[in-house]
């Protein structure tokens, strides 16, 4: 599987931005999708989680409300809607794919990774 992450930029504390990752491979559905983000000096965290199913998703409470994971398993697109970003959200996001059914918030539990998009956040 092989993901890349695009849609990141500089914006306004306030505005929006929408991700999106592109997967490889004909099991795109059958993985569960993620998002994580890394700010300088601090370590990967997680943003949010989506199953296959779409039935399932979870999100970290910094985001919660303002950011939203979906998918397009007949595009093998995942996405993240942020809104009402803030100077917090600076950061560089990578989409992450595990295989399996369990969605999942801790990054070493996911075997895939993109290259990442960087979102700046100005205030």
């Known amino acids: 599987v092989q993901l890349q992450a695009s849609g990141g930029g500089l914006v306004q504390a306030g505005g929006s931005l929408r991700l999106s990752c592109a997967a490889s491979g004909r099991t795109f559905s059958s993985l569960v999708m993620g998002w994580f983000r890394q700010a300088p000096g601090k370590e990967r965290e997680f943003v949010a989680v989506?199953?296959?199913?779409?039935?399932?998703?979870d999100y970290a409470d910094s985001v919660k409300g303002r950011f939203t994971i979906s998918r397009d398993n007949a595009k093998n697109l995942v996405y993240l809607q942020m809104n009402s970003l803030k100077p917090e959200d600076t950061a560089v996001y990578y989409c992450a794919a595990r295989r399996g059914l369990m969605i999942s918030t801790i990054d070493n539990e996911y075997g895939y990774w993109g290259q990442g998009t960087q979102v700046t956040v100005s205030s």
């Open positions: 989506i199953a296959w199913s779409l039935a399932s998703a």
